[in-house]
């Protein structure tokens, strides 16, 4: 098969996850309902040995500080945190990682769970089918299958340097939220991933606060640290709260859990909170980002994402999008045609970034 026709056969694909949904039937459809954000993410159509992809599913406003993105893998230079062959999900993340040559600079991750605690990516993550996934400019979901049986839905609304995840959960008297402040995974090593150096001269930190029921941290990575200038300053602050009390929490770094530990320093290290759910009860997480502080991210929390409403983010992130995309209009084109013009578009809102 040839590369053209494996690339067309991938658009298709691509294509059929965009719903026709979103506006009544016949209704005339905004720009930003044409926009499909998987497209791009596939490795599939590239030639042997060149990495692919290199677009991702990330929600947010129009030139977003921090994109808001399911993890279907461990990023780093040469992949995406999003990979469309990919068949789970490891992590909701805030991320900054612009395409595959530089990598992720300062992220975080959340991840929903039930049944035993597993705090590695490879051993926490989740499957789930592109046929449960919708992916827009405004808002993500999926659902995702966990093993201890029931499902997790996760579901993601972003502003530009704040977001909040919605994950729904089945009965369980063992839901929890895993923390990830920075993933220094010596197995990622390769040629432009040397963590020689980012282990021994980086360190994470996160704090657990149970009486204002948060977590802040921050995360020095950057996945150029070797190929780039020394930055010795650099923080990636985050400030993450959630709308339900947890029961218990806890501390690990690289694999190893440190139960009602509020405190931790590490190299693949993050926290965790604990709760009871009832059948689809819904927990939101919000989370704040910042270059300067912690307090600086729980401002940006403030400004961006000020109430729990979910929602209403979505409304007001999706009415930002249609006023950037409707500087230009398409006539003469198909259905499917508009949605390759508004996607190409979009991607070229992304950059540069506030």
């Known amino acids: 098969m040839t590369i053209f026709k494996t690339r067309k056969l991938l658009l298709a694909a691509c294509l059929t996850l965009l719903p026709r949904a979103g506006s009544p039937a016949g209704a005339v459809r905004s720009p930003v309902d044409y926009v499909n954000t998987v497209i791009g993410t596939p490795f599939a159509g590239f030639k042997k040995n060149l990495d692919g992809g290199g677009t991702m599913p990330c929600v947010g406003t129009p030139h977003a500080m921090t994109n808001f993105v399911a993890q279907t893998g461990e990023n780093k230079l040469g992949r995406m945190m999003y990979v469309y062959e990919d068949n789970a999900i490891m992590g909701f993340m805030a991320s900054h990682q612009p395409t595959v040559w530089m990598g992720d600079y300062g992220y975080v991750s959340v991840m929903p769970q039930i049944g035993g605690l597993k705090v590695l990516p490879e051993d926490r993550k989740l499957k789930f089918s592109h046929k449960d996934e919708t992916a827009r400019p405004h808002y993500y979901s999926v659902w995702m299958d966990s093993p201890e049986g029931g499902r997790i839905r996760g579901e993601i609304a972003a502003a530009s340097r704040a977001g909040m995840f919605r994950f729904t959960y089945p009965e369980s008297e063992e839901a929890r939220l895993i923390i990830q402040g920075i993933d220094l995974n010596p197995d990622m090593t390769c040629w432009g991933n040397n963590f020689d150096r980012r282990t021994r001269e980086l360190k994470g930190y996160v ?121 230009l209009t398409v006539n003469g084109a198909t259905e499917d045609q508009k949605s390759v013009f508004y996607t190409a578009m979009f991607h070229t809102m992304l950059f540069p970034r506030e």
């Open 207 to 327: 704090k657990v606060d149970p009486a204002n029921n948060e977590i802040t941290g921050y995360n020095p990575d950057r996945m150029s640290y070797d190929i780039g200038p020394d930055v010795p300053s650099f923080k990636g602050y985050f400030v993450i709260q959630f709308d339900k009390k947890f029961s218990s929490f806890g501390t690990w770094d690289r694999g190893t859990v440190w139960k009602e530990s509020a405190e931790r320093y590490g190299t693949r290290m993050g926290a965790y909170v604990g709760f009871r759910t009832k059948k689809d009860e819904q927990v939101r997480v919000r989370i704040g980002a910042s270059f300067i502080s912690v307090e600086q991210a729980r401002e940006n929390l403030r400004r961006e994402v000020p109430d729990w409403d979910f929602d209403a983010l979505v409304r007001r992130t999706r009415a930002a999008w249609d006023k950037g995309l409707s500087r």
